[in-house]
Every structure is written in C-alpha cells, then in structure tokens.
C-alpha cells in the first residue's frame, strides 16, 4: 500500500545517552501529508511505560506537516532490552464526513484494510568517555554544614586529543566551583574544587543536588577560541556527559534537623534541570524547569505478525502524559 506520510527519520530512532535522567532524550519525527486529503494517525510502541510522545494522535491536511516529539524516560540502559524497543506509525485518508468525527472514535472503527503502517527501530548510541572522573558516581560532603564544605573532583583526560570541560549542577546557588571550565591536554590531569556553601542541612533536599561534567575533544583551531565561545557553539552530537549525585554525610554528635514540609523537596516532583555554575561566590539563580513524569499506557495486544524474530512484541498506543 502506497505510504500515506514522509516520515523523517524513516527507519531508525535514535536516542543518545546517558539514560539515568528524567529527559534524556527528545526526538522529533516530522510527519508529511503527501495525498490530496485529509490523513489521520496515531503512534504506537512496543514499550509504552518507556516513552510520552507528544501529539500520539492527531490528523494533517493536504501537503502539511507535523513534528511529533518522542521522549524516553529515564531508565537503565540494558543493551539486550533495546531489541525490544520499537515504534509503528499507523495513517489512513479520511473523507470530510469521517474527518469530523472524534480521533478515538475513527480509529476504533478503523478498516485494517485501509490503514498503513511504518515500523520504526530504536537505537541507542552511548558514549565512550573522554575523561576519567574520580570519584565516578558520588560527590560526599562531610559536615558539619555551617561553613564552606569542599569536595575534590579529578577529570583526566584519557583521549588523544585536547578536551574542554565545563560542570553544571541542579543547584546552582548553593555551590561555588574553581574551575567551572577548562582545557586538558591529553594524558593530563586536573583538580576541581566544589564548595557547598554554609547551609542549614536537610536530609530531604539532597535529591536537589546533583552535577553533570559536560566535555568534548577539541582541534587545533578550536582550542585556540575562548571557551565560552567553544560552548555556545558546541555540537550536542560530540559533547559528553557525566552525572553525578551529591551525598552529605552529617557528624553523628550533630542534631537531626527539623523535618521540613516544603513539597518542592518532595521525591515525586520533577527533578530541576542543570545550569552552569560559576567560580565566585555572587551573583547566583537557580532555575528550575518541570520535566516529564515517567508514563504508563495500557497494553493492547496487536495482530501484527510481519516480525520474523519471536518472540513477537505487541505495539501499544504511545501516550502524551
């Protein structure tokens, strides 16, 4: 059956890591009506908890085009899982009589015979680390917090090439970072000092508090530009990121803290986004954005049978909250 859409991409999705944060990945399929009608269609998935896709249903008019966001949440990247994650985009015409009637109610009573399907595979590209960071996974503070607590981070660079470095945080005015950005020659080494600011503790705030060393290798001629100016005009494609969660630990002789009751701290709300943070200790903001909450969609058993490989995955509608 003649494809009723152009789609692009038109045969891979691909999603670059890391996968252990809320929004780590947004792709955009651009969908085109290419026929003298009305189209209408809606995206399905073999791993609807996995992804919110924004709008999963909707319908073109002649010669128009739609951009669909895909966004997977996050979780932990498992390579044999990946065969499992795939996409279908299901369209068929619609008269003026039909186009007027609900989306729901047009796909309910939809003829299989007219409906045409695109299948779309899910890739995952993870990548190589261009600096070794110690320590890798945690930053720990040890308190008492009522002066200037500091941590130590060690980037080396294990590539080649010259790499940058920039680091940014969810918690951007109670951190002071020296330096917030450098160059590494290859094989070399450097020292970041991260410095909490004084700060009444609170157990429950710490899920705020995580870094993130951005990096990417550098040519001759680029390392010769202002960094600044190196990471405006990054490529996303090259740059590599590193998170890392902050751990406090509190002396035992020191008194537990109040329990405190704002919801802003609270697990279930979205997690901030990073900001950069700066190497002095004026002029902070911290912004937070809302991100996705992780989506969870019915399952709805397919009668498709055009896979060869069991055992066969069955699509689900891709929801959009």
Not at 121 to 148: E, M, N, R, Y
Not at 165 to 179: E, I, L, M, N
Request: hydrophobic letters at 35%.
């Amino acid at each position: 059956m003649a494809a009723l859409l152009k789609m692009s991409p038109d045969a891979h999705l691909t999603f670059k890591g890391p996968f252990n944060d809320v929004v780590t990945s947004i792709l955009t399929i651009t969908l085109q009506n290419i026929t003298k009608e009305k189209v209408c269609f809606k995206v399905q998935t073999t791993a609807p908890r996995r992804y919110c896709v924004r709008p999963n249903i909707g319908m073109i008019d002649a010669g128009q085009t739609l951009e669909v966001s895909i966004m997977l949440q996050p979780f932990q990247y498992d390579h044999i899982e990946r065969k499992n994650h795939k996409f279908m985009v299901r369209s068929m015409t619609l008269s003026e009589e039909k186009a007027a009637l609900p989306l729901d109610e047009i796909w309910k009573n939809a003829d299989p015979d007219v409906v045409v399907d695109k299948k779309l595979l899910c890739q995952f590209k993870v990548p190589a680390p261009l600096l070794k960071i110690s320590p890798d996974a945690h930053l720990t503070f040890k308190g008492p917090f009522s002066d200037v607590v500091t941590s130590i981070l060690t980037l080396q660079n294990i590539t080649k090439d010259k790499v940058c470095f920039k680091v940014q945080t969810t918690a951007q005015s109670r951190y002071c970072v020296r330096p917030n950005s450098g160059m590494i020659d290859t094989g070399q080494t450097m020292r970041v000092s991260i410095m909490l600011h004084p700060f009444q503790y609170d157990p429950n705030e710490r899920i705020n508090h995580k870094f993130m060393v951005r990096s990417m290798t550098l040519s001759e001629e680029k390392a010769a530009l202002p960094l600044d100016e190196i990471w405006k005009n990054a490529d996303p494609d090259v740059v590599v990121d590193k998170k890392l969660l902050c751990q406090f630990e509190v002396p035992a002789d020191e008194p537990a803290p109040e329990p405190n009751n704002d919801t802003s701290l609270d697990p279930s709300f979205p997690p901030p986004s990073y900001n950069d943070v700066y190497n002095t200790y004026n002029g902070y903001e911290s912004i937070f954005y809302p991100s996705l909450a992780t989506v969870a969609g019915p399952t709805d058993s397919s009668r498709y049978s055009s896979y060869a490989m069991p055992p066969l995955p069955s699509y689900d509608d891709a929801v959009n909250s």
